[in-house]
């Protein structure tokens, strides 16, 4: 009978009996507890990193029914939770205030409170080293704190973005070191986060969820966790290959986005619109997908994530030859845009670069959001100066550049008022993110020269001779 039972359906029957058999002994195991927990909401849950994907986890676990703790090493952080102010757009303070007075959520610093954790989902950052290494000091140093307060029973979930093998490796053999084992004593799996800033069609809820784990008991733990917070699970066979399948969705993006921007150059050369192109070609109800061109990848994931893998791979001496090439390509558009600027300045108004004042549209790097990492606007203001010109931005997410790692030059730089006398005391406008609230109708009317690498005057039915698309 058993034989055609899946495993989930074994693992409820001994969930509900809070019990599993063990030969001639029936005993309660650290599995069949955590299931029966998890199962009637009973589990306390703990968020570590309440960012981009934390928050919004943390919450919607919280709405599901789940008691949470949100975890943050930033103290300013956990003092925006407790006063009830969300800086995450996907997160609004009323749902946060909802949530904190339900008593379902609270913030936390005091990472001993971890301890009290049945189920603890890792969220921290995984950026790039200088050398373009993955930097999983962040993993790591979460996985100490974890590993300090320890005990059986818990399940432990990495969401950070890495490559294969990260979860059974480098987490594993830090949490091992306790003595406790992952699969007997504590369980251990992987799930990528699949936010989508700005997004507001999905949200973390209803975008369908990967879940492995270590073992099958921690598959069977990790369905049953996010089985009660999301719409749709989606079981793979191991951490491995869950790690994968966030990689090959961000490389397939970086990849896809570096075709339509090296198209783009070709076509433009041609006197061909790539937008025009693309609109065309989306016409085509199967075997295409739109990709649109830009100044170059933003964001903390389609310009980092690939790259775990590429350094990984170098493990078993193979070349990720379509990662390298993307990164090429998606890297010198900035300076392809910024080469059209200056070609349309000279052609146009007779000016050279290195004597005109710009004005960037856009410092964020997609639209709708106040996020600048890797922003190709951080890059294209640096260019424009490197070039001799002078660059200023206007960006209603963006009050004032924040110190950044590698554009300390810039910081501390204010966002310009949107007025006509402004527009028209720069010599061009490079629209590099195309914000929704932006006035496209007072930057038409008021700046000599546009360059526009967001199509956004066409989209806006304002285009017209002095807007030249790159
Ligand atoms: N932002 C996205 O759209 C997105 C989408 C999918 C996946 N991811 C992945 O999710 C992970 C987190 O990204 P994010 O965008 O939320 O980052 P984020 O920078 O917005 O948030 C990370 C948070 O972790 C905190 N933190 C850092 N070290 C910590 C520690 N030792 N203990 C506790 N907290 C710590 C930081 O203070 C910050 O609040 C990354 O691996 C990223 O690649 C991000």
Known sequence: MQGHLTAIHIAAIYAQAGQKRLGNYVTNTPFTDLLNKIQTYQARAGVIGLGYVGLPLAITLAKSGFNVTGFDVDPAKIRALDAGNSYIEAVSSDDLTRESSSGRFHSSDDFSQLAFCDVIVICVPTPLTKHRDPDLSYVEATSRSIAATLRSGQLIVLESTTYPGTTDGIVKTILEK?????????????????????????????????????????????????????????????????????????????????????????????????????????????????????????????????????????????????????????????????????????IRSGKALSRSRVLIIGLAYKKNVPDIRESPSLRLMEIIHERGGAADYHDPYVAEIPSTREYMALKGRKSVDLTKETVESYDAVLISTDHDSVDYTLLAASSPLIIDTRNIFTKRGLMADHIVKS
């Open 178 to 346: 306790t003595g406790l084992k992952s699969g007997r004593d504590f369980f251990l799996g992987f799930s990528p986060e699949r936010e989508d800033p700005g997004n507001r069609d999905f949200d973390t809820s209803s975008i369908p969820k990967i879940v492995a784990g270590d073992g099958v008991e921690a598959g069977e733990l990790m369905q049953g966790f996010y089985g009660q917070a999301v719409k749709t699970v989606v079981p793979v066979s191991s951490n491995a290959t869950a790690e994968a399948v966030k990689l090959t969705e961000n490389i397939f993006r970086a990849v896809n986005i570096a075709l339509v921007n090296e198209l783009k150059t070709v076509y433009a050369a041609m006197g061909i619109d790539i937008w025009e192109v693309i609109e065309a070609a989306k016409t085509k109800p199967f075997g295409y997908m739109p990709f649109y061109p830009g100044p170059g990848l933003g964001g903390h994931c389609i310009p980092i994530d690939p790259f775990y893998l590429t350094w990984k791979s170098r493990e078993y001496d193979l070349p990720t030859r379509f990662i390298e090439l993307a990164g090429e390509i998606n890297s010198a558009m900035p300076r392809y845009v910024v080469g059209k600027l200056a070609e349309a300045l000279d």
